[in-house]
């Protein structure tokens, strides 16, 4: 008897992935699945539109949408997977956010494309073809959220865009999880940290906490650091320079907003580093947090997250640690 093929649920969110004009997506997932025929053959495809905007526009509002939507759909026994179109610019937030929610193994890969669909060697209808097999593929199971372009598998807590061009996501000093070749997913490493069903930040609310990322540079003053921490926000990011550093007025402007309840994280504006902790900056004696290998953006929905569960230091340094 000839098994039932899987069923893919593919959420579309628009991007360049789906854009016809200069100015904004115009293409529904419906129409970027439809352009590929052969979808149908490898899945039961399920297509719903959850936004249509270009990923600059990406807000928490849409993060939480789609996270419940995700979570919904896997719970379901026929769902094997989903596949999250969507633009480049914020896509590796995206996903690592799903990353860290996510409540089922179930495969999610998130995809989108450098060039829009009337660009001379358009990349879209390959990437989404590629992200399907994927959520297909049984081996993708466990493996956290994926991301996928260009033929590369890579995680969501890895992944950034790095170019403009068509290899622009990468993993800098770890490298991707696998690749497609003609069609078929192969997997070569297994992501370590926390994801998905062991993720310590599945969370119900509604909202979440507000945070900040500044960005350290030659000359930098505390008065950037100051008006951000008076405009109430519950933590922030210090995209420092080399190892997460910043300057000394600025360590003492940071340590009295700590004091005063503030969580502050320190992460670097290096494409790859991890952070030290004690090393210039005294993390213990300031109660600062590092942000281990996390990019500032990433670092802050790390943050953000944590800050649903606790506002103690050592606590989220522990989150840190481990996701």
């Known amino acids: 008897m000839k098994s039932s093929p899987a069923k893919i649920l593919v959420l579309a969110t628009g991007g360049s992935i789906a854009q016809t004009s200069p100015t ?82 179930k495969p999610v890969v998130v995809v989108g494309a450098m060039r829009r669909p009337y660009s001379l060697g358009a990349d879209g209808s390959a990437n989404l073809s590629n992200a399907v097999a994927i959520a297909c593929n049984p081996n993708a199971k466990g493996k956290g959220v994926l991301v996928t372009l260009n033929s590369e598998i890579h995680s969501a807590r890895d992944v950034t865009k ?42 119900s ?31 922030v990011v210090w995209a420092g320079t080399g190892n997460g550093n910043l300057p000394k007025p600025l360590r003492v402007a940071a340590g009295e907003a ?3 309840g503030l969580v502050f994280v320190r992460a670097s504006r290096v494409n790859f580093v991890v952070v030290e902790r004690n090393d210039e900056v005294d993390d213990d004696t300031l109660g600062f947090v590092t942000a281990d290998s ?30």
Do not use: C
């Not at 526009?57 to 094997?80: F, G, T, Y």
């Not at 649903?308 to 989220?316: E, N, Y």
């Open 24 to 105: 904004d997506p115009t293409l529904l997932g419906d129409d970027l699945v439809d352009a590929i025929p052969e979808l149908r053959n490898m899945a039961s495809i399920l297509v719903e539109q959850i936004v249509q905007i270009s990923s600059s526009n990406i807000s928490v509002e849409v993060w939480l949408k789609l996270a419940s939507r995700i979570n919904n759909a896997l719970a379901e026994d026929d769902i094997q997977g989903v596949v999250v179109t969507h633009g480049t610019d914020t896509l590796e937030e995206t996903a690592y956010f799903l990353n860290l929610v996510v409540e089922s193994e």
């Open 258 to 260: 700590v004091k005063q």
């Open 162 to 203: 790095t170019t403009s061009n068509l290899d622009a996501f990468k993993a800098p000093g770890l490298g991707p999880l696998g690749y497609v070749r003609a069609g078929k997913p192969l997997f070569y490493r297994m992501p370590t940290r926390m994801h998905t069903s062991a993720s310590k930040l599945h969370f």
């Open 205 to 235: 609310n509604s909202s979440l906490p507000r945070v900040a990322i500044l960005y350290s540079y030659a000359g930098v003053t505390p008065d950037i650091f100051e008006a951000t921490t008076a405009s109430g926000y519950d933590g």
């Open 294 to 323: 996390l990019n500032p953006q990433k670092a802050r929905i790390l943050l953000m997250l944590a800050l649903t569960k606790t506002t103690d230091p050592a606590k989220i340094q522990e989150f840190f640690d481990t996701h």
